[in-house]
């Protein structure tokens, strides 16, 4: 990372008429807002040079050496340091270990790769779930939420749920066209018992969300900082990603089409034990989404797996 470089792009023929263009780029420059920034300049410049022209790329509202000096400007106000306040009372009574059980030895399965375990969701089901969230005036990252703490919560037993939670944090308007690294943590906690009913535990859940979003200048690296290293496990352990943002279309111009290649996350580093990964993808005025359950190298067997697809 420190001789770089950061990005690198490598055009693979495939065919006589098809090629693959990599682009490798570190996460400390880009994120997944990032990805459809990268995309669009790149049609617009091939559509200009391929008809001979100059491109005319927007310039970024805000450049990223300014947005960092605007935070370190930030992090010395009493506004921040009131979220500061906040996360340190939010977060001083948690329980510091989850005991989720597994089917083999933790120690003996985590081996430090990430496998994946898809799970469909039927058009019937996506359907009933956004009828939920019309009714229910909530948005379905809420209630996917709300529903990852209740298995959660079904399959550990343990009444409070800590799940951390990517958030592009592009509130700054002029971010919107700006590669970067913007990406923040929500983390959203719950308190759950058996007497609650799946609307209570929506609202909590719903409810929580607001509040960390209200609070999420802080950063989840200060905020371990803050309340102490003893919080990085708990806070670092569950993670819930939902991912909408569309870069998944294919796209056509005179003589040229490309489309997305998806990749093969079953064997990755995984950085958190267990999570849930929900992805959107926009086809006309229909929703499919794909939901993999990721954890830690083999720790769960197919029957348990099973258990939380239910």
């Not at 003996?108 to 009933?128: P, Q």
Request: charged fraction near 15%.
């Amino acid at each position: 990372m420190y001789n770089g470089p950061l990005i690198r792009a490598f055009l693979v023929p495939v065919d006589d008429t098809g090629s693959v263009l990599i682009l490798d780029m570190h996460h400390i420059i880009s994120d997944g807002w990032s990805v459809n920034t990268i995309i669009n300049e790149l049609r617009n410049l091939y559509a200009a040079y391929s008809q001979g022209q100059e491109p005319n790329l927007p310039l970024p509202g805000l450049q990223y050496s300014d947005y960092a000096d605007l935070l370190r400007k930030y992090h010395v106000t009493e506004a921040y340091q009131e979220q500061l306040r906040f996360w340190q009372q939010q977060l001083s009574d948690f329980t510091p270990e989850y005991d989720f059980p597994t089917d083999v030895n933790r120690d003996m399965a985590a081996n430090g790769l990430l496998k994946m375990h898809d799970i469909n969701i039927s058009t019937s089901s996506m359907e009933a779930a956004l009828q939920y969230c019309k009714t229910h005036q909530i948005t379905p990252y809420m209630l996917f939420m709300a529903l990852w703490h209740t298995c959660l919560f079904m399959y550990s037993g343990v009444p409070q749920i800590i799940v951390t939670s990517p958030n592009a944090d592009r509130t700054h308007r002029n971010s919107h066209n700006t590669v970067g690294l913007f990406l923040n943590f929500l983390i959203v906690k719950s308190t759950i018992n058996q007497a609650m009913t799946l609307r209570d535990i929506v609202k909590q859940v719903s409810r929580t969300v607001h509040t960390a979003q209200a609070n999420s200048d802080v950063h989840a690296a200060a905020i371990v900082e803050a309340v102490g290293e003893r919080a990085r496990n708990a806070i670092f352990h569950l993670a819930f990603n939902y991912l909408n943002f569309p870069n998944d279309e294919e796209w056509s111009l005179t003589e040229l089409t490309m489309e997305p290649i998806t990749i093969d996350y079953s064997d990755m580093a995984s950085t958190q034990p267990l999570g849930m990964l929900i992805t959107k993808h926009q086809q006309g005025i229909n929703y499919q989404i794909g939901c993999n359950l990721k954890n830690e190298g083999n720790s769960f067997y197919h029957p348990h797996k099973q258990y939380i697809d239910s």
